[in-house]
């Protein structure tokens, strides 16, 4: 049971959360827009050769069900429901940032080698297990 100030913590919290799901769900749709447009009528990313859009096409439907992952979180919270620990949900946190980096990568670099593209890939993604490690290290030596 909820004290009457922790009852309004947590109202508060599922406002903050409402909020931040209706904002990026709006940037969330206008970027998918935008990239189709490039994609389909400008011919950004089209070719046998451009693999790195298939990669970062894939990265992109992969944050596109993490978002609806969170909205069915989101509604169990709702509830007053949740089954996920705090270190759960801060792990769960740390997915789209990775998720995004993968993707600015793939955008930046556009690996057009398709033999190289795949240690490029494997090294992007080593490196961002490294440097969440170093982050976690660093707030884990700041806490």
């Not at 069915?72 to 997915?95: A, C, D, M, P």
């Not at 993707?103 to 490029?120: C, E, Q, R, T, Y």
Request: proline share 2%; net charge positive; charged share 15%.
């Amino acid at each position: 049971m909820l004290s009457k100030d922790e009852e309004a913590v947590w109202a508060r919290l599922i406002l903050m959360a409402n909020k931040l799901l209706r904002f990026t769900t709006i940037l969330m749709v206008f970027a998918v827009l935008m990239g189709a447009i490039l994609w389909l009528y400008f011919g950004v990313g089209l070719g046998a050769e451009q693999t790195w859009m298939h990669a970062k096409l894939a990265l992109v439907i992969g944050v596109v069900i993490f978002h609806w992952v969170c909205y069915r979180h989101l509604k169990k919270l709702r509830t007053g429901v949740s089954e996920q620990s705090h270190i759960w949900y801060r792990w769960f946190n740390e997915l789209p940032v990775i998720l995004m980096l993968l993707i600015v990568a793939l955008v930046v670099h556009k690996p057009l080698d398709p033999g190289s593209f795949l240690m490029n890939v494997l090294l992007w993604i080593l490196g961002m297990v490294l440097l969440v490690m170093a982050l976690m290290s660093i707030k884990k030596r700041m806490t």
